[in-house]
């Protein structure tokens, strides 16, 4: 069973954090406040869910905090909230993969659609993040020769073709193949294809 998605928000000041508590619990999602980046880098486990980060705070900002969260590759949607944000910060927010940037005072209705979309957001980069990992794994276990049958499908070429260049029979390449797909779990050529092509892309 998947561990259930919390909304966890970091804002150093108190009333924000306890307004923001009331709304996210008011709608019935877990949620964990913390007064400053340091507390929710100590706290944070990995869990599933979403950020709601004000970018001006003492010590390490929001920003510096999404550059920690991308440093680690944890996969956690980030919601910037502020009362005294610009446009180049609200740029490179975004740019840094932030999902929104909203002022305060916001709309609670807003704040809660973005957090509904960021969470799951979040289950579907976790979803990804699987497959991919699942990817590499199979791939590992393919033989040198296996890849090399592998590569020759992905580049277009037929078994003959690559049997004439690996100089085995095309019965042996083959073989060959329905070993790499069964390793990889490919129910057919095409989907063989696109998994190296994923992992070309990652």
């Not at 709304?23 to 019935?28: A, F, G």
């Not at 979309?117 to 979040?122: D, H, K, N």
Request: charged share 25%.
């Amino acid at each position: 069973m998947l561990p259930e998605s919390t909304v966890f928000v970091v804002d150093d000041d108190e009333a924000m954090r306890n307004s923001l508590r009331w709304l996210i619990e008011s709608v019935k999602l877990p949620v964990e406040t913390y007064a400053s980046s340091a507390e929710f880098l100590d706290a944070f486990e990995g869990m599933p869910g979403c950020l709601i980060l004000d970018v001006r705070m003492p010590g390490m900002g929001g920003l510096d905090l999404q550059g920690k969260l991308r440093e680690k590759s944890i996969c956690l949607p980030i919601i910037f909230i502020s009362g005294h944000g610009d446009i180049p910060m609200a740029v490179n927010a975004m740019k840094a993969g932030a999902i929104d940037f909203i002022e305060k005072p916001f709309n609670d209705q807003v704040l809660l659609d973005r957090i509904y979309y960021a969470i799951e957001l979040c289950k579907r980069m976790r979803k990804t993040r699987e497959a991919q990992f699942n990817i590499v794994a199979n791939y590992r276990l393919l033989t040198s020769r296996e890849c090399q049958v592998v590569e020759g499908g992905v580049a277009g070429k037929s078994n003959k073709v690559i049997a004439a260049e690996l100089g085995v029979s095309w019965k042996t390449i083959e073989v060959h193949r329905a070993n790499a797909m069964r390793k990889m779990q490919a129910n057919s050529l095409s989907e063989l294809v696109g998994m190296v092509l994923h992992l070309r892309a990652a």
